[in-house]
T-cell receptor
Framework: GAGVSQSPSNKVTEKGKDVELRCDPI?????LYWYRQRLGQGLEFLIY????????KSGLPSDRFSAERTGESVSTLTIQRTQQEDSAVYLC???????????FGPGTRLTVL | DAKTTQPPSMDCAEGRAANLPCNHS???????VYWYRQIHSQGPQYIIH???NNETNEMASLIITEDRKSSTLILPHATLRDTAVYYC??????????FGPGTRLSVLP
């Protein structure tokens, strides 16, 4: 079946602009996660959604970052007033429940000039 | 913070077994050991997980010590395509995953 998809695959933006990244999880997966991975570094947890529960936003680095999820489907990660340090690959994953194995998308490579 | 300790890098000859260690001395009784890997420019990929018994699947074997304070991921016949960063994670259902820096495995021809 279809895996996790993310769009766009690449995004180049100017400092100060807002960007929106999209994630389509595997159908039926109730948990959805966002991670950030800077060049040559490990995964940095940002936020997760589990069903209708309030999302865990503890990993969001600043109030410029926000995320939404519509029911148990698509999620969007929004970065406002982008900064050069926001340049990274943003990975989305989904799982059939919190704590079950996660299936990752290919990521969105964000470059802030 | 990650609850695991892994060597930063390892080399393995192609065709030989790759044995990747992981220490998790503070693991609690209901926490599982998970392994993921990340091949360059791709998202992480689930490999295997276990609680206390050894596990095997088509990708790898997981050996967990009796006291559960450490484990070893075994790739029985490493290929060049197994070159990746391997992450060992301990967690319980209902908790989020915390990825540490992992082990960078280089399979050499």
């Amino acid at each position: 079946g279809a895996g996790v998809s993310q769009s766009p695959s690449n995004k180049v933006t100017e400092k100060g602009k807002d960007v929106e990244l999209r994630c389509d999880p595997i159908s039926g997966h109730t948990a959805l996660y966002w991670y950030r991975q800077r060049l040559g570094q490990g995964l940095e947890f940002l936020i997760y959604f589990q069903g209708n529960s309030a999302p865990d936003k503890s990993g969001l680095p600043s109030d410029r970052f926000s995320a939404e999820r519509t029911g148990e489907s698509v999620s969007t990660l929004t970065i406002q007033r982008t900064q050069q340090e926001d340049s990274a690959v943003y990975l989305c994953a989904s799982s059939r429940g919190l704590g079950f194995e996660q299936f990752f998308g290919p990521g969105t490579r964000l470059t802030v000039l | 913070d990650a609850k695991t300790t892994q060597p930063p890098s390892m080399d393995c000859a192609e065709g030989r077994a790759a044995n990747l260690p992981c220490n998790h001395s503070t693991i609690s009784g209901n926490e599982y050991v998970y392994w993921y890997r990340q091949i360059h420019s791709q998202g992480p990929q689930y490999i295997i997980h276990g609680l206390k018994n050894n596990e095997t699947n088509e990708m790898a074997s997981l050996i967990i010590t009796e006291d559960r304070k450490s484990s070893t991921l075994i790739l029985p016949h490493a290929t060049l395509r197994d070159t990746a960063v391997y992450y060992c994670i301990v967690h319980n259902y209902g908790q989020n995953f915390v990825f540490g820096p992992g082990t960078r495995l280089s399979v050499l021809p």
